[in-house]
């Protein structure tokens, strides 16, 4: 059957077919998985302008052509090869103002873009609070100035985080009270010089562990006001994780939350965490994240618009009753680990939780500091390059810079995600599945090891024997 015979309210990839989408964060980890996703699974799609700017010396289209070698485009490679020309690089920098886009790309963005997912976001939780309002707030701000003249937009998706607003206990799919002024955020970041800024940045974050937070709270109070006349939806993934089976499972490309922890305790390098080990930590696997997205569009561009209406929120989070605790995740890192050891560990996994500040800071000088000393002392004699104390004051860091969102504990309001899963065409189902009820974990958290084995650290899992005989040792 012809797929424009299709009625698209009943087939996710007829909605698609002929749209033009725009994507901010392309080259970040949740944006290299949407674009894999669409181009293999509604391969109809007219194309996606991707903004991009130069990095490390390398032009636009060699960063491009670098990322779709990756691994995870094989698949893609393999069922719709042509499809990698819908791939249109836009230049720009979302920390430039108005995107830093020249007038002909914007005249062309709002010719032919239908779709807008802003997706781009500085993640560094030590941001300076000027970067991170004018990357975060100010630069989705310029997003819905750009959808505002684009001609025939049928949805703008902003990508936020569930922990936006994290003085409640319980956070619910609602717009909550602006914390600040957008506007007035802007024009300080944009007038203030940076150190003077950095003076006022406890009193401006209140209540908020970083920046990153604040200004992503921000972002979404623009969102909520543009709604009025655009057609926006909020998604609000929790902590994003290794893909739980598409394209590959266990799919991950960067180090940052969980994934850090897991290399260090893996790697004998985090001995002691300052934590409360009854927390339970909300993960989402990075496919249920991209499949919400393609849903959420398929719902905004099916429902007519109407001035005045309310922005549409969902929170993209693991069921509350599915949740571990850090000490039962950890537990099965461990058994896991004990059969899929990683390469060169310098310490047999196992880990000591403390909500104890005192204790914290003495076993940490204890079991990081002073190892790694005398480690890097070994080093230094035998000729390499000392950098154990390097890594371990990452680690500590790192340790505080996760300190509230591993002390505390939430709960997330999941209605939407639930009728979005019923609205789900039947023929759609599996291949755009947000259902996490039936996840076995302990085989995700296997995958996990795994994946971070292959895709971060190289390591050939034929040479399993050699790693554990190593960990033995």
């Known amino acids: 059957m012809d797929n424009n015979s299709i009625d698209p309210a009943k087939s996710i990839p007829t909605f698609y077919a002929g749209q033009s989408i725009f994507l901010t964060g392309a080259t970040g980890f949740l944006g290299k998985v949407f674009i894999e996703k669409i181009l293999r699974t509604c391969p109809d799609i007219r194309e996606i302008f991707i903004l991009m700017r130069p990095k490390k010396g390398l032009g636009l289209n060699e960063r491009l052509e670098k990322m779709l070698n990756l691994p995870l485009y094989d698949k893609l490679r393999e069922e719709q090869p042509k499809n990698f020309k819908k791939l249109i690089v836009v230049s720009g920098d979302t920390s430039q103002e108005n995107l830093g886009l020249s007038a002909v790309d914007r005249q062309m963005l709002t010719e032919r873009v239908t779709i807008i997912i802003h997706n781009a976001a500085s993640v560094k939780f030590n941001d300076s609070l000027k970067y991170a309002i004018l990357t975060n707030t100010r630069s989705t701000r310029d997003i819905c100035i750009l959808a505002e003249s684009t001609k025939n937009l049928i949805a703008l998706v902003y990508i936020s985080t569930a922990y936006a607003h994290l003085d409640n206990p319980f956070l619910e799919e609602k717009v ?6 957008w506007r007035e955020m802007i024009k300080v970041a944009e007038s203030l010089d940076e150190h003077i800024l ?17 200004s992503k709270n921000l972002a979404e109070s623009v969102i909520q006001e543009y709604s009025s006349s655009l057609p926006c939806a909020i998604v609000r993934p929790s902590i994003v994780t290794s893909s739980l089976k598409d394209p590959i499972p266990g799919w991950i490309d960067n180090f940052n939350g969980p994934i850090g922890l897991m290399y260090l305790v893996g790697k004998g390098l985090l001995r002691v965490i300052y934590a409360n080990k009854h927390s339970s930590q909300n993960y989402i696997p990075v496919d249920t994240v991209i499949n919400t997205i393609i849903l959420v569009i398929w719902k905004l561009g099916l429902t007519t618009f109407i001035p005045e209406s309310t922005c549409f929120i969902i929170n993209c989070t693991f069921p509350d009753e599915k949740c571990i605790s850090f000490e039962e995740c950890c537990s099965n890192e461990f058994k896991i680990m004990k059969k ?30 002073l190892p ?25 860091v790192t340790g505080r810079a996760l300190q509230h969102f591993v002390c505390n504990k939430w709960k997330f309001d999941n209605t939407n995600s639930q009728d979005l899963m019923s609205l789900t065409p039947s023929d759609n189902q599996e291949m755009f599945s947000i259902d996490l009820s039936d996840v076995d974990m302990i085989k995700y958290i296997r995958n996990v090891v795994i994946g971070i084995k292959i895709y971060l650290f190289h390591e050939d899992m034929n040479r399993l024997n050699a790693a554990k005989a190593h960990r033995k040792k």
């Open 176 to 181: 909550y009270p602006p914390i600040a002024d």
């Open 198 to 214: 950095n003076v006022f940045t406890a009193k401006c974050l209140d209540n908020f562990p970083n920046t990153y937070i604040f």
């Open 340 to 369: 899929i050891p990683f390469e060169r560990i310098l310490w047999t996994p196992g880990t000591l939780y403390t909500e104890s500040v005192t204790m914290y800071y003495v076993l940490a000088i204890l079991w990081h500091i």
């Open 372 to 396: 790694a000393k005398i480690i890097d002392l070994i080093l230094k004699f035998l000729g390499y390059q000392p950098m154990i104390l390097e890594v371990q004051r990452k680690v500590y």
